[in-house]
């Protein structure tokens, strides 16, 4: 819809783990390299953890694309599996023609096929996205697997990429075993201030806008201190202003178009936040028209397209507002 307004050929912000968009900042290139370290020295066992929306699917997606053809991947993203279930997953993602049966058998498949692999040099890799959500016996029956190999190497490379829950599971005295098994854990930590304005520019520049200046810098400070640096909530914002600065016909992105999009999102503000909701909105909202910068009061309208406003509410008029808007601190 507002691709054209700001010279883009397509969204910037999609909430898709498209690697194409893949911004390499120090920590989601550090969890990629890790992730090929393991996979080519066939160290077997890697954990990957995360915030929720870090990138740790987007790292995974990545990964699959640098990956030559002598590497065979089982990417299992279903994990409300019994132990069967996750056998019979990874044998269908590998292509296996196997015969049905218990899981021994399936397992007694599973392991003479990687044998046969090995053989053939090549390696096989299950990853296992949103392993947080693991039941206790599939981790075990995860285990199991790691344990297949030969006297002088893995038979089998296993990646599980989880939310923070994940680490506290393995973190459960009874899975200490499950612990000591893991070769390699890297957890990816949302962006810095400085990362988050180069991964917004990154973004808008594969969009097609070059090196355009659409988010203005106090823009970017919004954005960090209420997405605390994760990408997808950066991405839900982001679009949503840029659908914002289109209706008010303003190529740039500024604060206010921000702010307003944190509010139309909901999110909630962390202990973190940098500053209060009040002193936001003073700050803000205070048009110079009604002259009433210190108590300008605010309520919310419905703008020329529908759209949920924040106004001074002496101005009664949104597109006022903001043109006459003007920062006090
Ligand atoms: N390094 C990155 N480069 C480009 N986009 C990224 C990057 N990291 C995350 N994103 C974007 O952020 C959004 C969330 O990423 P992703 O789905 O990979 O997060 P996740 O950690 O797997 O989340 P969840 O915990 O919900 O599984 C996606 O839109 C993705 O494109
Ligand atoms: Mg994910």
Redesign the pocket.
């Known amino acids: 819809m507002y691709e054209k307004f700001y010279g883009l050929t397509e969204k910037p912000f999609?909430?898709?783990?498209?690697s194409k968009?893949?911004?390499?900042?120090a920590k989601?290139t550090e969890a990629l390299s890790s992730l090929l370290y393991a996979i080519t020295e066939r160290r077997g066992f890697v954990v990957i953890t995360?915030?929720?929306?870090?990138?740790?699917?987007?790292?995974t997606r990545t990964l699959l694309n640098k990956l030559d053809i002598a590497t065979k991947v089982a990417l299992i993203t279903n994990t409300h599996l019994t132990p069967k279930e996750l056998i019979v997953q990874i044998l269908e993602e590998l292509e296996i023609e196997y015969k049905p049966g218990g899981k021994q058998k399936l397992l007694s498949q599973l392991n003479a096929y990687l044998v046969r692999q090995l053989a053939n040099d090549v390696n096989v890799v299950i990853i296992i996205?949103?392993a947080q959500n693991l039941a206790p016996k599939v981790l075990e029956e995860v285990r199991m697997l790691s344990n297949l190999e030969t006297e002088k190497e893995k038979l089998v490379q296993i990646i599980l990429v989880g939310?923070p829950q994940l680490k506290e599971k393995l973190n459960n005295p009874k899975l200490e075993q499950f612990k000591q098994r893991i070769a390699l854990y890297y957890h990816?930590a949302p962006l810095s201030r400085q990362e988050t304005d180069e991964?917004v520019r990154h973004?808008i520049k594969l969009a097609g806008a070059g090196q355009n200046e659409v988010f203005t810098s106090d823009a970017i400070d919004m954005l960090y201190s209420h997405s605390r640096g994760v990408?997808?909530i950066i991405?839900l914002l982001c679009d949503s202003a840029l659908l914002s600065g289109y209706i008010y016909d303003s190529k740039q992105i500024t604060e206010k178009i921000i702010y307003e999009a944190i509010k139309e999102r909901e999110i909630t503000h962390t202990a973190e936040s940098a500053v209060s909701e009040e002193k936001l909105l003073q700050a803000i909202y205070c048009c110079s028209d009604c002259k009433e910068y210190a108590s300008c009061e605010i309520k919310w309208i419905r703008g020329t397209k529908g759209e949920k406003q924040a106004c001074c509410a002496k101005c009664q008029s949104h597109a006022q507002c903001l043109k006459g808007a003007s920062k006090i601190n």
């Not at 999609?14 to 498209?18: M, R, S």
């Not at 968009?21 to 900042?25: G, H, T």
């Open positions: 999609n909430t898709t783990p498209d968009f893949f911004f390499p900042s989601h995360g915030e929720i929306g870090a990138g740790k699917t987007t790292v996205d949103e939310q990816l991964y973004r990408p997808r991405n």
